[in-house]
């Protein structure tokens, strides 16, 4: 079975400040992982993805985030927050070898970004 | 080029009434995927389609909720005799390549209110 624990239901950062939001994850299988990030009122849009290459993977907007197989985590980051940055942000899991390419989404870590 | 798109944006019905909810995927993907995110959780899987036909209905709650894909493009999300339940914002993501390591670009959503 796959599933998704997002650590925080909230974080709040101030503006220039690093950024982690945590992520745990439980798969059956080989997985790939994926972090979305949704602003109020628009549609998901994919940061990053682990599909088995690089275990640090890089994404747009300056986040990055590294997957500890030992440690079963998917933490997200960022060096410094930026008000652009406050939004929904979800941890999702798949099988990676799967050819049905379901999504186990994570129930969000609502990111709160202070001037 | 265009996205995912779906419509209605907001649909509110009455309960027991019947409702469609469509969506156009990105032009030339072959896998079509439907979840529900209700207030507070992470978007649920419905339904995925490869070409016509659903590969997997597994997330589909009961009976009352059936999806179509005739031509392998526009799907159609139709749900008979609504609940109160029902409520939720209605998502569908549209891939270029069926599995597990593939990007899912999302549409805005159609959010239903069951009254």
Same mark, same amino acid.
Request: glycine letters at 10%; a positive charge.
């Given at each position: 079975? +796959?599933?998704?624990?997002? *650590?925080?239901s909230?974080?709040?950062?101030s503006e220039g400040?690093?950024? *982690? *939001? %945590?992520c745990?994850?439980s798969?059956?299988?080989?997985?790939?992982?994926?972090?979305y990030?949704?602003? &109020?009122?628009?549609? *998901? +849009?994919?940061?990053?993805?682990?599909?088995?290459?690089a275990?640090?993977?890089?994404?747009?907007?300056?986040?990055?985030a590294?997957?500890?197989?030992?440690?079963?985590?998917?933490?997200?980051?960022k &060096?410094?927050?930026?008000?652009?940055?406050?939004?929904?942000?979800?941890?999702?899991?798949?099988?990676?070898?799967s050819?049905?390419?379901?999504?186990?989404?994570? %129930?969000?870590t609502?990111?709160?970004v202070? &001037? | 080029?265009?996205?995912?798109?779906?419509?209605?944006? #907001? !649909?509110?019905?009455?309960? $027991? !009434?019947? =409702?469609?909810?469509?969506?156009?995927?990105?032009?030339?993907?072959?896998?079509?995927?439907?979840y529900?995110?209700?207030? $507070? @959780?992470?978007p649920?899987f419905?339904?995925?389609? @490869?070409?016509?036909g659903?590969?997997?209905?597994?997330?589909l709650? #009961?009976?009352?909720f059936?999806? =179509?894909?005739?031509?392998?493009?526009?799907?159609?999300?139709?749900?008979?005799?609504?609940?109160?339940?029902?409520?939720? =914002?209605?998502?569908?993501?549209?891939?270029?390549?069926?599995?597990?390591?593939?990007?899912q670009?999302?549409?805005?959503?159609?959010?239903?209110? =069951?009254?």
């Open positions: 079975a +796959q599933s998704v624990t997002q *650590l925080d909230h974080v709040s950062v400040t690093p950024v *982690l *939001l %945590r745990n994850y798969s059956s299988y080989s997985p790939s992982l994926f972090w990030v949704q602003h &109020p009122n628009k549609g *998901l +849009q994919l940061l990053l993805k682990y599909t088995s290459a275990t640090l993977v890089k994404g747009i907007n300056g986040f990055e590294e997957f500890k197989k030992s440690e079963t985590s998917f933490h997200l980051t &060096p410094s927050a930026h008000m652009s940055d406050a939004a929904e942000y979800f941890c999702v899991v798949s099988v990676s070898g050819t049905l390419g379901r999504l186990y989404f994570g %129930r969000g609502q990111l709160t202070w &001037p | 080029g265009a996205g995912v798109s779906q419509t209605p944006s #907001n !649909k509110v019905t009455e309960k $027991g !009434k019947y =409702v469609e909810l469509r969506c156009d995927p990105i032009s030339g993907h072959t896998a079509l995927y439907w529900r995110q209700s207030l $507070g @959780q992470g649920e419905l339904i995925y389609f @490869q070409g016509t659903a590969a997997d209905d597994s997330g709650p #009961n009976d009352r059936f999806a =179509v894909r005739p031509e392998g493009s526009v799907s159609t999300l139709k749900i008979q005799r609504t609940e109160r339940g029902d409520s939720a =914002v209605y998502l569908c993501a549209s891939s270029l390549s069926p599995g597990g390591r593939y990007e670009y999302f549409g805005p959503g159609t959010r239903l209110t =069951v009254t």
